[in-house]
T-cell receptor
Framework: GDSVTQMEGPVTLSEEAFLTINCTYT??????LFWYVQYPGEGLQLLLK?????DKGSNKGFEATYRKETTSFHLEKGSVQVSDSAVYFC???????????????FGKGTLLTVNP | GAGVSQSPSNKVTEKGKDVELRCDPI?????LYWYRQRLGQGLEFLIY????????KSGLPSDRFSAERTGESVSTLTIQRTQQEDSAVYLC???????????FGQGTRLTVV
């Protein structure tokens, strides 16, 4: 079945440091890939997405490139801020056989803490 | 409505009681998902609906858990004879298509005492 593997946290960085959170996936076909973020005390919300190979999703200074050859979708940011402290979830969605069913599969999440 | 709405937001129940959790998705969203998030853990898939059908129930932890969706809208997750290990935040999400954003509700925090 489909699966998403994220680097285990927690990840602790100083402000302005470079961030990478690794994400790899296993799925047949051509999934769409997502990063969701959960800020403290808030619900999950979409951060960025990519729907086909070599697409780059970007938002709020975060980027991730859909690499089909390595089945990866690593999240990066060049200079993190304290306000980026949150849990980050990598996810995939794809159409199952028959084209009518699809499910959204999440990784376990990575807690990021950014210190001033 | 403007977003995915879940009710109640908090529920405290005694062990052995049944509970019903409700999800109102965004109008027009064909897919609806239920997840469970235990404290400090990731998202555990429970079930999803395509329209009113549930093609994948593989995530339901036991036969104490059931869910239904009617009118391609509201969904109810029912937990019978609750146990302490059922304590978690139950999240609902909906999306229009498979490759579009899923919108999450704020969740129902269930505590079994």
């Amino acid at each position: 079945g489909d699966s998403v593997t994220q680097m285990e946290g927690p990840v602790t960085l100083s402000e302005e440091a470079f961030l990478t959170i690794n994400c790899t996936y296993t799925a047949t076909g051509y999934p769409s890939l997502f990063w969701y973020v959960q800020y403290p005390g808030e619900g999950l919300q979409l951060l960025l997405k990519a729907t086909k190979a070599d697409d780059k999703g970007s938002n709020k200074g975060f980027e991730a490139t859909y690499r089909k050859e390595t089945t990866s979708f690593h999240l990066e940011k060049g200079s993190v801020q304290v306000s980026d402290s949150a849990v980050y979830f990598c996810a995939l969605n794809r159409v199952e056989s028959g084209g009518s069913n699809y499910k959204l599969t999440f990784g376990k999440g990575t807690l990021l803490t950014v210190n001033p | 409505g403007a977003g995915v709405s879940q009710s109640p937001s908090n529920k405290v129940t005694e062990k052995g009681k049944d509970v019903e959790l409700r999800c109102d998705p965004i109008s027009g969203h064909t897919a609806l998902y239920w997840y469970r998030q235990r404290l400090g853990q990731g998202l555990e898939f429970l079930i999803y609906f395509q329209g009113n059908s549930a093609p994948d129930k593989s995530g339901l932890p036991s036969d104490r858990f059931s869910a239904e969706r009617t009118g391609e809208s509201v969904s109810t997750l029912t937990i019978q004879r609750t146990q302490q290990e059922d304590s978690a935040v139950y999240l609902c999400a909906s999306s229009r298509f498979w490759n579009t954003e899923a919108f999450f509700g704020q969740g129902t925090r269930l505590t079994v005492v």
